[in-house]
């Protein structure tokens, strides 16, 4: 059984800091496309970061404009697990955060969220001005 299990979300302070990780099961982490979306309330489910795996032991991360410099996704096979290190953060990051997962290969629509096979509950970050 595949399960995506968020957590490290919480309330901060405007230009704080917070990592949020993904742990997963039911699949073998070391081969699929991780990513981290966001929606806010009375918005859509935006993409934030994705880190593809091209293959053999390479994997690349792609961040959306807007939290480019401030936020890194990694991943740590051996733990099943993804994280995001959210820095500098802002009022208009505030959202529930998803983890999700995806087999499609390399060259995938990673930004829209209808590409993505499983995802996780999501948890709250809160980012007070």
């Known amino acids: 059984q595949v399960q995506l299990v968020e957590s490290g979300g919480g309330l901060v302070q405007a230009g704080g800091s917070l990592r949020l990780s993904c742990a997963v099961s039911g699949f073998f982490l070391h081969s699929y496309h991780m990513a981290w979306f966001r929606q806010a309330p009375g918005k859509e489910r935006e993409f934030v970061a994705v880190n593809r795996w091209s293959g053999a032991s390479l994997y690349f991360a792609t961040y959306e404009d807007s939290v480019k410099g401030r936020f890194t996704i990694s991943r740590d096979n051996a733990k099943s697990t993804v994280n995001l290190e959210m820095n500098s953060l802002k009022p208009e990051d505030t959202a529930i955060y998803y983890c999700?997962?995806?087999?499609?290969?390399?060259?995938?629509?990673?930004?829209?969220?209808?590409?993505?096979?499983?995802w996780g509950q999501g948890t709250q970050v809160t980012v007070s001005s």
């Open positions: 999700a997962s995806t087999a499609s290969s390399y060259y995938f629509d990673y930004a829209s969220p209808t590409q993505y096979d499983y």
